[in-house]
């Protein structure tokens, strides 16, 4: 094949084929004496996608003689493209967080001189709730709380309640945010709870209320509306507050109703 056929076929440019060639990394099956012609054997897409994914991987040209001219067969290659793939989505997944981050921001900022929603004022019952406890940053709630929910409805899986209502409560620390996962246990089930859980008593009581719908993403939005609300009508927060997920999985986000609540002492 001529340089150019090879160059489309291998994804590269004729200048990458050449200095490839200049530095010995990749030399063409045949060069034409007469007319300098460089010519490559169909057999030479192997070693050029080879050095192409490893290029990718982050090696230097020189690394990459060196792995070449040592051998490095397709099972090797392709594991360390899977590990490489893997933190691609990784990445991607964690910039695709901040960005949803940086856009609530924004509409926070462009909400700040409108009239604040209205809420709901109510007596909350009190509630017995299993679940699990840890403490984070603001950052990493998006991964980490549908972690703890998930682990928590395997945890209670075997004792046959429902999980149709899932309950969090927020309280922030200096070493962070107090976060707590879990759903609503009859004493039945309290009284023998599996191992891994904890039993919590939310208090009854006053609350300011509102309700968020569609993607967790912009749930600040909510809140920030809420306690502006909150405390223009004269209220004072008090306690944690708490996240009622009315509907949540197996339903897309864009389709999730929460009850947000801000006990207030009156």
């Known amino acids: 094949m001529l340089i150019g056929d090879f160059a489309?076929?291998?994804q590269v440019s004729v200048r990458m084929l050449r200095h490839y060639d200049a530095i010995g990394l990749l030399t063409p099956a045949r060069v034409d004496p007469w007319t300098g012609y460089r010519t490559y054997a169909p057999e030479q897409l192997g070693a050029l996608n080879r050095i192409?994914?490893?290029?990718?991987?982050?090696?230097?040209?020189?690394?990459?003689?060196?792995i070449v001219a040592g051998g490095i067969d397709a099972g090797q290659l392709q594991a360390m493209l899977r590990l490489r793939q893997a933190?691609?989505?990784?990445?991607?997944?964690?910039?695709?967080?901040?960005?949803?981050a940086v856009e609530s921001r924004l509409r926070m900022i462009e909400k700040e001189k409108t009239v604040p929603v209205d809420l709901v004022l109510?007596?909350?019952?009190?509630?017995?709730?299993a679940g699990i406890r840890a403490t984070m940053?603001?950052?990493?709630?998006?991964?980490?709380?549908?972690e703890m929910f998930g682990r928590v409805a395997d945890l209670l899986a075997p004792t046959g309640?429902?999980?149709?209502?899932?309950?969090a409560t927020y309280d922030e620390g200096e070493a962070g945010v107090d976060v707590f996962t879990g759903h609503p246990v009859p004493d039945s089930v309290a009284g023998a709870l599996p191992d891994g859980l904890v039993l919590v008593d939310l208090p009854g009581g006053r609350a300011a209320c509102g309700v968020h719908l569609g993607e967790m993403a912009s749930i600040g939005e909510s809140w920030q509306e809420l306690y502006r609300a909150t405390l223009d009508g004269g209220?004072?927060?008090?306690g944690p507050c708490r996240e009622v997920y009315l509907r949540s999985h197996p339903h897309p986000q864009s389709d999730w109703v929460t009850e947000l609540q801000q006990p207030v002492a009156d």
Do not use: C, W, Y
């Open 235 to 238: 209220h004072t927060p008090a």
């Open 122 to 129: 109510k007596t909350l019952p009190a509630q017995r709730v």
């Open 8 to 10: 489309r076929l291998g």
């Open 161 to 167: 309640i429902s999980l149709e209502t899932s309950v």
């Open 137 to 146: 940053t603001h950052e990493e709630f998006v991964p980490r709380i549908g």
């Open 52 to 66: 192409v994914a490893l290029r990718d991987l982050g090696f230097g040209l020189d690394a990459i003689g060196e």
């Open 87 to 100: 933190q691609i989505e990784e990445d991607v997944r964690v910039a695709s967080t901040r960005l949803a």
